[in-house]
């Protein structure tokens, strides 16, 4: 707060000497607005009864002055004043300006809610509500002021939007601290703004929050705009960002959309590109493309962009020309001109084979080595054309990662920890994940003596799961197991729980979904006790060979700049590079491809996930190229009163790798 002095001068009693007294600015500002508006309400009192004070009764104005009564106003930021409001005797006079009386200022409300949802206590702001604002509030109060936003909130965000046309889409998300359950953690909120046909209204139609942004975050937030009757078949153009996924998502409800960039993001990814002392004139030409009045204009402004700066900031504007993404949709066209265009020597990929597969494809076939990680082995092999039992077709492409067999054998360990009647009912997807475990992981937990009830496949986005809870009841499946998307598991789960399903499961063993702490802590009491199994934790007792940090020391430093639970891609993404700078390393010419893919034929390297070595043999060489890691079977469970987070996650198991720690056995989902 400012405390800038200002000088009034004053009469000192017993002298006739002027002094100078002094006040802060706040404390000056408040006299001033005190007199300035006792003077306004008593001219708005005599302007009501018709004459001045001191003037005579007559017989059109028989009402005449009562005195005042006293009121205080705060004002947000200042300070209260206390107001002397007029009143007349027949009582009828009422200031038309001076705002109505309220238990609770509303701007005042306002900032007190957002403070708390930002991480401030209620005790917090409590002890700096009356010096800084003026007025006292205790925390019982600011519990309620909370409260009542919350359900504001919420009704705001459920409204119905039948009926209402919007013929743009604007998708982008941002990053706050905020508290949940009591604890203070950075999360994405993703907003999606629309602009009406007539083009006068720009509204906010959804705010979602999730604990990053994410294709399948938006996936649920388009799902709840369809759920609260927006026209999708209204909306001609997307404007997105570069996120992966987001824009084949996007084109699965909005069919009839076109998507574009966001320039904004467009702009600032390029201008990151250019020397800080020509960014200003890039950035002006930059303008000329964006805000050309025709297509034709466009691209004649964007062909003097690529004449003038090509030389000099050459992927600054290969940017502009294409975006430089990795999404299902262009995943090999975008690898193919990074081969073509950019010439590099060894390309990395990681997370599901619709966006992997297309980078190893397109790797292969231009000869340039490719490491991959983050898909089921299987998936990875087999879903590229390799064949069981002949040799491997792949020169170039190397893969580490889990695979069937690694479920199946850490689900056996965790199961046989609680009693059960082994009928397992499952919901495995209709896509690539999906199919490939029906196919694999189903026969070899039959096999294990475990009664597979399986409904059959069904389609990501599906809305109503009552057949299948049905199903799994009637056949008192104690054990569940799914592989879907997050969304869909959160809309299944819930379900099952108004089904009185879940009362009746003693495990419930989660792939794919619940990776992340937020997702679990989303369901609530629901989330509590779900097993699941990890790809890597900081209680792994592994190290990076290219950065010398351990799992522990890269899940506190996580943990610490972001404020979030330890996330298992953080293993993974760490070991890729490993991987990467040995094999470059290794190869003793990093620009010879040829020699980078001899290397890692024959690698070993410490990582994250544990010591990797191509060509070693046994059963962590399944085939050729590809290095298997494990994958334990883990639980969430409840944390404790006054831990940092609300879950905690244990291992429960480790057949797959008997160093990483066990620190807990299964419990009973209920």
């Known amino acids: 707060m400012l405390n800038i002095t200002t000088e009034v001068e004053g009469t000192e009693k017993g002298s006739g000497e002027k002094a100078k007294k002094k006040h802060s600015l706040k404390q000056y500002l408040l006299e001033k607005m005190k007199s300035w508006i006792n003077s306004l309400l008593?001219?708005?009192?005599?302007e009501f009864l018709g004459r001045g004070r001191h003037q005579p009764l007559d017989a059109e104005h028989d009402n005449y002055r009562n005195g005042y009564r006293r009121r205080r106003i705060n004002f947000f930021g200042l300070g209260e004043i206390e107001l002397r409001v007029p009143r007349d005797r027949q009582g009828e006079f009422e200031s038309k300006w001076l705002p109505e009386r309220k238990g609770q200022d509303a701007e005042l409300e306002a900032f007190l809610a957002e403070g708390f949802l930002a991480g401030l206590s209620t005790r917090d702001l409590a002890r700096i509500s009356e010096k800084h604002l003026g007025h006292k509030y205790d925390s019982k109060q600011i519990s309620r002021i909370v409260s009542r936003a919350t359900k504001d909130l919420e009704v705001w965000r459920q409204r119905s939007l039948q009926g209402e046309r919007y013929k743009f889409l604007y998708l982008d998300g941002a990053n706050f601290r905020v508290r949940i359950n009591g604890h203070v953690s950075v999360q994405s909120f993703c907003a999606v703004l629309g602009v009406s046909?007539?083009?006068?209204?720009f509204e906010v139609l959804a705010l979602e929050m999730g604990d990053r942004e994410r294709a399948d975050l938006w996936e649920s937030i388009f799902r709840s705009l369809a759920d609260r009757e927006l026209d999708l078949e209204a909306v001609e153009l997307g404007i997105l960002d570069g996120l992966p996924g987001l824009e084949a998502t996007f084109k699965r409800f909005f069919t009839?959309?076109?998507?574009?960039?966001?320039?904004k993001h467009a702009k600032a990814n390029a201008c990151r590109r250019v020397r800080k002392k020509e960014r200003e004139m890039f950035s002006k030409d930059l303008n000329g493309i964006f805000y050309a009045p025709n297509e034709s204009a466009a691209r004649t402004a964007f062909f003097a962009l690529k004449d003038r700066w090509a030389r000099l900031f050459p992927s600054a504007v290969q940017i502009i020309e294409k975006d430089s993404q990795s999404v299902p949709a262009t995943a090999a066209q975008v690898a193919q001109q990074l081969i073509t265009s950019t010439q590099v020597d060894l390309m990395l990929a990681t997370s599901t084979p619709e966006v992997v597969n297309p980078v190893a494809d397109a790797a292969e076939a231009a000869g340039v080595p490719c490491i991959s990680t983050v898909v089921p082995w299987e998936a990875w092999y087999f879903g590229r054309g390799a064949k069981p039992g002949a040799p491997s077709p792949f020169k170039w492409t190397y893969h580490f990662?889990?695979?069937?067999?690694?479920?199946?054998?850490?689900?056996?360990d965790l199961w046989k920890q609680v009693p059960t009647n082994k009928k397992v009912?499952?919901?495995?997807?209709?896509?690539?994940?999906?199919?490939?475990?029906?196919?694999?992981?189903?026969?070899?937990?039959?096999k294990a003596g475990y009664t597979i009830v399986d409904p059959g496949a069904y389609q990501d986005g599906t809305n109503d799961y009552t057949a299948q809870i049905t199903q799994f009841k009637a056949q008192n499946c104690q054990i569940f197991n799914t592989f879907p998307i997050p969304p869909d598991f959160t809309t299944f789960w819930r379900q099952a729980a108004q089904q009185g399903y879940?009362?009746?499961?003693?495990?419930?063993?989660?792939?794919k979904t619940g990776l992340f702490a937020s997702q679990v802590d989303a369901l609530g009491k629901l989330g509590y006790n779900l097993a699941s199994a990890e790809y890597w934790g900081p209680t792994w007792p592994s190290t990076s060979s290219l950065t010398g940090v351990s799992s522990a020391k890269l899940g506190a430093g996580y943990t610490k700049h972001s404020n979030r639970y330890p996330n298992q891609q953080l293993g993974a993404s760490l070991a890729l590079f490993d991987v990467a700078a040995a094999a470059l390393k290794a190869s003793g010419n990093p620009k010879d491809k040829a020699k980078v893919a001899a290397a890692v034929k024959t690698l070993k390297v410490s990582t994250p996930l544990g010591t990797l070595h191509w060509g070693a043999g046994g059963p962590k060489n399944p085939v050729a190229n590809v290095v298997t890691?494990?994958?334990?079977?883990?639980?969430?469970?409840?944390?404790?009163?006054?831990?940092?987070f609300a879950l905690q996650q244990v291992v429960c198991e480790h057949a797959d790798d008997h160093n990483v720690p066990v620190t807990s056995k299964l419990i009973p989902y209920s």
């Open 42 to 46: 008593e001219g708005e009192r005599d």
């Open 401 to 412: 990662c889990f695979g069937v067999q690694s479920f199946a054998d850490a689900y056996i």
């Open 629 to 644: 890691t494990p994958i334990p079977g883990i639980q969430w469970r409840k944390s404790k009163p006054g831990s940092r």
């Open 502 to 511: 879940t009362k009746m499961v003693k495990i419930a063993q989660i792939a």
């Open 425 to 446: 009912g499952v919901m495995w997807p209709n896509d690539a994940d999906g199919n490939a475990i029906r196919a694999n992981l189903g026969p070899l937990l039959t």
């Open 197 to 201: 046909e007539e083009n006068e209204r």
């Open 256 to 263: 009839r959309a076109q998507t574009q960039r966001c320039q």
